[in-house]
């Protein structure tokens, strides 16, 4: 009897726009992207197992807490991993410092990566941020916007110095520029969460790059001797 195969784990390693706040579970992008691979790859009878670990309001520092229980111990295939919308907000109690400065952001999205590719994934891919509108009362009230950018940049740059072929940029911020100029569109009356259309867009952006790389985890599989 043959052995049965083993299922492509995919995880989405993030924070509430990963896990859909505001919006009906049904409606978010990752149960979306979940139920579209499987559906595309039912009838090459692979098991694409979808996992979803994400936090509302979560930092790279917490992230960092709770990755080994909720995605290394799972041994997943491939991550999405976007984080940065909540390191770079400001709280009033920080004092004028962003939750988490630019350099521990990158150097905890850095050590994401590395324990992932040591926990043998096949593919990582690291996600910019979507733009955000959301002013600030008790500082200048474009800085979270600012930051936002900066901290993309940096996420950017991680990518092109990891220079590994298992480390990947998903530019969801570039890519939605590409489509529409107002975010106004995509986003709730917050200014940060995605509306159901942001959701929409999402979901047709991750299917294509995600269904690309599981092809190409497929392939190398059929390979290996």
Known sequence: MAEPKKPIKLYFFGDSICFGQYVST???WT????HSV???YKARDINVLTQVAAVNGETTRGALMRLEHDVLAHSPTIVWV???????NYWQSDRGL???????F???MCEICERLQVCGTKR???STNHRVTKK??????DVYSRNCDLYNSELRALVKRFASPSVYLVDVRNELEQITASPDQYLMEDGVHLNEFGHSLYWEYALRNLVALIDGVITESEVVV
């Open 26 to 28: 049904h409606k978010t």
């Open 31 to 34: 149960t979306r992207v979940s």
């Open 38 to 40: 499987s559906e595309h």
């Open 82 to 88: 976007q984080f940065g919308l909540n390191d770079a």
């Open 98 to 104: 962003p939750r988490t400065t630019v350099s521990s």
């Open 106 to 108: 990158v150097a905890n």
């Open 124 to 126: 990582i891919l690291v």
């Open 136 to 141: 600030l009362i008790h500082l200048d009230e």
